[in-house]
């Protein structure tokens, strides 16, 4: 993963190996593997919980087969959504992250 991404301090990065945060990405990833229904464009696909918004339930998640980032909008519905739920942003490049998580609070849609 590119470790190059910086989080303002309304992010809260997951990355570190603490035990707080290693649970944290698994309770992240377990409630997207929930929400992300077949459609949906993460359906199937490997992905690592990278940060957590303090002010909304975004996440931003790494996309470790093709190199790409991605802003969630989980719905904490604890159920499938129906696609295009839950909204998320695409980002090829971490620069391209960096300008939107630095730039506004909640995704588009």
């Known amino acids: 993963m590119d470790e190059k991404l910086r989080l303002s301090n309304a992010w809260w990065d997951l990355r570190v190996d603490g ?54 909008h989980l719905t904490w519905k604890r159920a499938a959504e129906t696609p295009p739920w839950p909204k998320t942003e695409f980002y090829e490049t971490v620069e391209d992250l960096e300008r939107t998580l630095t730039s506004r609070t909640e995704p588009k849609g």
């Open 19 to 72: 035990t707080v945060e290693r649970e944290q990405r698994q309770a992240l990833h377990q409630e997207l593997l929930i929400e992300v229904a077949a459609g949906h464009p993460l359906h199937r696909r490997p992905v690592i919980a990278v940060a957590k918004s303090e002010a909304s339930d975004d996440i931003v998640v790494h996309l470790p087969t093709t190199g790409e980032w991605a802003r969630v």
